[in-house]
């Protein structure tokens, strides 16, 4: 049997919320909308972790952050984790990325046996919180939210020059897998930075929404002093108190965020395109993943960070050879993916058991079986301790040592605005999914671990840092000499090996 080529598309930041079937009807994103007629679309799908590092390293390992030790922006992925890069690589695969991953330390592979491009986010430790300070903003490099009050059109920016090389690199990427000198199949991980504040968008993109009727964030806004502490701790790290937001702000913010998924949707649409002109779209998984989502001026909150809905639900839709397209209601994770990859690939998934703390997505996609219960952890900025957090069925409960536990109905609250914690109505529930939580976390623990991780770095950084500094930023390879036509090549050879499809 042929093994699937695996094509990943990923973006950054975007709000699950928004797809509870596939692309929302308000959003034009058509070649996403395409994608998703053809896919198993998994509606609950949850972040292992709500900021970019810790959800990619739990994405690419599935295993949490308490294992990774990747607890923040700024936290080192160790090279002798395994990745769903190192799985397939070692099956036989060839593995490259073109994009975001957000790895930090001096391994910027691990698995990838290729490149594109650099990342768009610092590969040090410089972005490191402080436990001992809490409370301190560190203005540098925290969120703020000019994000929201900058919002409008422009035609380029640091980010859109960023996705546009990416698509760029990925295009071509394709192309040379579709001429098959190497015989191996293929995984190629394609990231994304949009939708991605800042919510600055191209005005082709932004005129799309100039009517659309979502620019407004559902619910009331609460006032400061009736929100969770968790909550009040993240506003003030957005330095919140500096920016008087106003009505047409938020809905500026929102109309960029929405454009922003139209421009990465075109980009998918390139490479789909170019996937299926190279006929190998039969034979190809295409699994569309976001890392985390946004809360888009919910609940008064932006950007990620906690566990509520908009922050912590992604988009996850998968089209694979085999599959047949349906809606998957039960909670999942991206911790899922890993061993998913893996059974599509035909790894023998007992083996990866030891390496993840996810499961084969495979049984729920064909609708049979049961997820189980989801787990989320989120310990950086914004934070004064490790918070922790599980899906069951249609209950969530955060917990965390230094505030009061926060239980939801999904069901019958899909916006998270009565806390159920102390209703004695939800007593039994409480009793049981807290069990669950101390049963598989040891809070104290985790709290010593990361402040211990961040220690060590506070140490390393600065000693770095002085005199001459060598970046583990990625460098991309490229060599010239070995690219189009050179006098030690045969030109007959090398126009025919470079063309696809050959012979028409």
């Known amino acids: 049997m042929t093994r699937p080529n695996i094509l990943i598309l990923m973006v950054d930041q975007l709000n699950g919320t928004l797809f509870p079937d596939g692309p929302a009807d308000?959003?034009?994103?058509?070649?996403?909308?395409?994608?998703?007629?053809?896919?198993?679309?998994?509606?609950?799908?949850?972040?292992?972790?709500?900021?970019?590092?810790?959800?990619?390293?739990?994405?690419?390992?599935?295993?949490?952050?308490s294992r990774t030790r990747v607890y923040d922006n700024a936290a080192e992925f160790a090279?002798?984790?395994?990745?769903?890069?190192?799985?397939?690589?070692?099956?036989?695969y060839y593995t490259a990325l073109s994009g975001k991953m957000h790895f930090v330390g001096p391994d910027q592979m691990h698995g990838f046996e290729e490149r594109l491009t650099t990342d768009i986010y610092p590969a040090d430790f410089g972005w490191t919180p402080d436990y001992t300070k809490p409370g301190e903003r560190i203005d540098w490099w925290y969120h703020n939210l000019g994000s929201v009050t900058g919002a409008g059109i422009a035609e380029i920016t640091n980010q859109m020059?960023?996705?546009?090389?990416?698509?760029?690199?990925?295009?071509?990427?394709?192309?040379?897998?579709?001429?098959?000198?190497?015989?191996?199949?293929?995984?190629?991980?394609?990231?994304?930075?949009?939708?991605?504040?800042?919510?600055?968008?191209?005005?082709?993109?932004?005129?799309?929404?100039?009517?659309?009727?979502?620019l407004d964030p559902p619910g009331y806004i609460p006032a400061f002093e009736d929100l969770d502490p968790h909550s009040k701790r993240l506003l003030e790290a957005c330095d919140f108190r500096a920016f008087d937001?106003?009505?047409?702000?938020?809905?500026?913010?929102?109309?960029?965020?929405?454009?922003?998924?139209?421009?990465?949707?075109?980009?998918?649409?390139?490479?789909?395109?170019?996937?299926?002109?190279?006929?190998?779209?039969?034979?190809?998984?295409?699994?569309?993943?976001?890392?985390?989502?946004?809360?888009?001026?919910?609940?008064?909150?932006?950007?990620?960070?906690c566990f509520f809905e908009g922050s912590a639900r992604v988009p996850l839709m998968i089209a694979a050879p085999g599959w047949q397209p349906t809606l998957v209601d039960q909670p999942v994770s991206t911790l899922d993916v890993t061993p998913t990859l893996a059974g599509l690939?035909?790894?023998?998934?007992?083996?990866?058991?030891?390496?993840?703390?996810?499961?084969?997505?495979?049984?729920?996609?064909?609708?049979?079986?049961?997820?189980?219960?989801?787990?989320?952890?989120?310990?950086?900025?914004?934070?004064?301790?490790?918070?922790?957090?599980?899906?069951?069925?249609?209950f969530k409960?955060?917990?965390?040592?230094?505030?009061?536990?926060?239980?939801?109905?999904?069901?019958?609250?899909?916006?998270?605005?009565?806390?159920?914690?102390?209703?004695?109505d939800h007593a039994a529930t409480m009793i049981r999914m807290t069990g669950a939580i101390l049963a598989r976390w040891d809070l104290s623990r985790f709290d010593e671990a990361v402040r211990e991780s961040q220690a060590r770095r506070w140490v390393v950084y600065p000693a770095l840092r002085n005199g001459a500094y060598f970046p583990w930023d990625y460098q991309p390879l490229q060599k010239a000499s070995e690219r189009y036509m050179r006098n030690h090549m045969d030109l007959n050879v090398l126009e025919e090996s470079k063309r696809f499809p050959r012979g028409e």
């Not at 090279?79 to 036989?92: C, E, K, M, V």
Request: aromatic share 10%; hydrophobic share 40%; glycine share 6%.
């Open 26 to 65: 308000f959003l034009h994103a058509p070649h996403l909308k395409a994608l998703a007629k053809r896919s198993v679309r998994f509606a609950n799908t949850y972040t292992a972790s709500p900021l970019c590092a810790p959800a990619r390293a739990s994405f690419m390992s599935g295993q949490l952050p």
């Open 79 to 92: 090279s002798d984790i395994p990745t769903y890069a190192h799985h397939l690589r070692a099956s036989g």
């Open 161 to 214: 020059e960023y996705d546009d090389e990416v698509a760029f690199h990925a295009s071509a990427k394709l192309y040379d897998l579709s001429r098959r000198a190497d015989e191996r199949p293929w995984c190629l991980t394609v990231s994304f930075t949009h939708p991605h504040d800042p919510y600055v968008a191209r005005k082709k993109y932004w005129d799309l929404y100039d009517d659309c009727a979502m």
């Open 397 to 424: 409960l955060t917990l965390c040592a230094a505030d009061p536990p926060l239980l939801f109905d999904l069901t019958s609250d899909p916006h998270e605005r009565e806390n159920l914690a102390g209703n004695p």
């Open 245 to 305: 937001i106003t009505r047409e702000q938020v809905r500026r913010a929102r109309q960029g965020y929405f454009a922003n998924i139209s421009y990465v949707d075109d980009k998918i649409g390139e490479l789909l395109d170019v996937l299926d002109r190279t006929r190998m779209a039969e034979n190809t998984v295409i699994l569309f993943v976001s890392d985390h989502g946004d809360m888009l001026g919910e609940k008064g909150l932006w950007f990620k960070m």
């Open 345 to 394: 690939a035909g790894i023998d998934i007992a083996s990866l058991a030891r390496w993840t703390d996810g499961e084969d997505l495979s049984v729920l996609a064909k609708g049979a079986g049961s997820r189980g219960v989801v787990p989320m952890e989120y310990a950086a900025e914004g934070s004064i301790a490790p918070l922790v957090a599980l899906r069951d069925g249609r």
